[in-house]
């Protein structure tokens, strides 16, 4: 285990009615706030009024900024930075789910430092300082509400890249698993997807020949995440198993999972972004079709990390009974992808609605994030291969 410095500044509030600290956190903060949000879901499950009633309690003056789509934008985040700077606001409470707290980042960011918000996503500008932010998550996937990361996609060029600074880590995260009964399964299983892929990527790139504690962590979160969405197919109310995914979706990138690990890195990540940067497809939808490929890819790479997720994770068992290392590999990966199947997923381009993919913009691209973050191994002709194993 190597060496780290590991920080959660992240007040965490949880449970049902977890919102009911907002207003004492917001009023530590600032007197006038940014509300940002997407569209009508938090109308409609009825955080809009609790998030509004928590600030008017406190006094804190509101200026909303609605409209953040599922791969936030650029230019939205731009206007936003404006509008907050222009309101003199001093704080931005994000309502909603990874989209909208990623957007509330950059948001935060740019109020305070003004110029150009896309030098910090090419990492031309470092960012000295944010507006403080408050997460009421509703949508549990991205670990946005603990981390000090956010995603971006520029609607000119159609790069999808990340900031990463403490400065943009929220203050307060509001969690309360009531408020995602109503998510549909759909949506549920795209943010399973994300959530496994947080703590999957470090599990498999890891040089550590023996991590007993992080491979623990990882292996205990990953089967909490299946059994709940299990557990939600049979019955999408389930609160327990609605709690479970929603602890999950902040632990699984706030850091803590990798502290300590040799070689982590996110080569999915890396080449999924492109994906949705490209098509907007849902961040865990193209996750759920670049991960099997890139599992085959480096199968002969990391068989017994893929044969230990098997019997650890997805429980295998007599399954790999029986077989040499690189057949049992096979055996988890085709798991895996029935897994996968089996919440409604896809496992493949046209499952994903995608046609005609430019492979060249999306190679591109991809290889430019992998310099920006660091992940190595993946080279141009590895990952046009592994696009190719997204057709099926």
């Known amino acids: 285990m190597q060496s780290f410095t590991f920080r959660l500044p992240t007040n965490i509030h949880f449970g049902v009615g977890a919102i009911d600290a907002l207003g004492k956190e917001a009023a530590s903060l600032g007197k006038r706030a940014l509300l940002v949000y997407g569209g009508g879901s938090i109308k409609r499950n009825g955080m809009y009024d609790a998030v509004r009633s928590q600030l008017e309690s406190v006094g804190i003056e509101i200026i909303e900024y609605p409209g953040v789509r599922p791969n936030p934008l650029l230019s939205h985040a731009d206007e936003g930075a404006r509008i907050a700077r222009e309101a003199n606001a001093d704080l931005v409470v994000a309502t909603g789910g990874g989209s909208v ?3 509330a980042k950059a948001i935060a960011a740019g109020a305070h430092e003004g110029g150009a918000l896309w030098d910090f996503y090419i990492r031309t500008r470092r960012i000295t300082g944010a507006l403080p932010i408050l997460a009421v998550q509703t949508l549990p996937a991205s670990s946005s509400e603990t981390n000090m990361a956010g995603v971006i996609t520029n609607d000119e060029t159609r790069e999808k890249f990340s900031i990463r600074s403490p400065h943009i880590c929220p203050r307060a995260a509001f969690l309360d698993p009531s408020v995602t009964t109503t998510i549909p399964l759909q949506y549920t299983a795209y943010a399973c997807t994300d959530i496994l892929s947080h703590v999957m990527e470090g599990y498999f790139t890891t040089t550590d020949p023996w991590a007993p504690v992080q491979d623990g962590m990882v292996e205990g979160l990953s ?3 299946i059994d709940s969405m ?13 709690a479970a995914v929603m602890w999950a979706g902040a632990l699984a990138w706030s850091g803590l999972m990798n502290a300590g690990v040799r070689g982590a890195s996110i080569p999915v990540h890396m080449i999924e972004h492109p994906l949705s940067a490209h098509y907007d497809i849902a961040h865990g939808a193209g996750l759920s079709i670049v991960i099997p490929a890139w599992l085959r890819y480096v199968r002969d790479r990391i068989p017994e990390r893929i044969v230990r997720f098997g019997r650890e994770i997805l429980r295998l068992g007599d399954a790999l009974d029986g077989s040499n290392t690189p057949d049992q590999a096979d055996i988890v ?10 919440i409604g997923t896809p496992v493949t381009f046209a499952q994903g609605g995608l046609t005609n993919v430019d492979v060249d913009a999306c190679t591109a691209q991809a290889i430019a994030l992998g310099k920006l973050w660091g992940v190595p191994g993946h080279s141009e002709s590895d990952i046009r291969a592994v696009y190719a194993l997204c057709t099926g």
Not at 230 to 242: I, V, W
Not at 333 to 342: F, G, H, K
């Open 223 to 225: 089967r909490a995440v």
């Open 101 to 103: 707290i990623d957007e």
């Open 230 to 242: 299990d557990r939600l197919l049979a019955d999408p109310a389930d609160l327990d198993a609605r």
């Open 333 to 342: 990966i085709a798991a895996l992808v029935e897994w996968y199947r089996s």
